[in-house]
């Protein structure tokens, strides 16, 4: 399985921003996002499973980032709004063989390379 993610940038806080992950190969049971932010761990963001109607969300994070999930086109979304500074990251989809509400990186099988969102104050 591949992972492959866009739409990561340079944006203002207050901004919003759509990232968008393809993956490619086979489908994968539980798709979502994780991120690293300079000299920090990298941490669960969300997850969604196969017919979406599961998902799990950093609690601190819930309200401002939205998954989503297109089937037919093997593709997960992360939706964010009212960006902020501390948002800035590597964002990296992920995929697993079930939906675990708080993964840790080493529950997740499959990473993509990660894509870098900057927030600008």
């Known amino acids: 399985v591949q992972l492959v993610e866009s739409g990561g940038g340079l944006v203002q806080a207050g901004g919003s921003l759509r990232l968008s992950c393809v993956a490619s190969?086979?489908?994968?049971?539980?798709m979502g996002w994780f991120r690293q932010a300079p000299g920090k761990e990298r941490e669960f963001v969300a997850a969604?499973?196969?017919?979406?109607?599961?998902?799990a969300y950093t609690g601190s994070l819930k309200g401002r980032f939205t998954i989503s999930r297109d089937i037919a086109k093997n593709t997960v979304y992360l939706q964010i709004v009212s960006l902020k500074p501390e948002d800035t990251a590597v964002y990296y989809c992920t995929g697993s063989e079930r939906l675990t509400p708080t993964p840790r990186p080493f529950d997740i099988k499959y990473w993509g390379k990660g894509t870098l969102v900057t927030v600008s104050s």
């Open positions: 190969g086979r489908a994968v049971a539980s």
């Open positions: 969604i499973n196969e017919n979406s109607d599961s998902i």
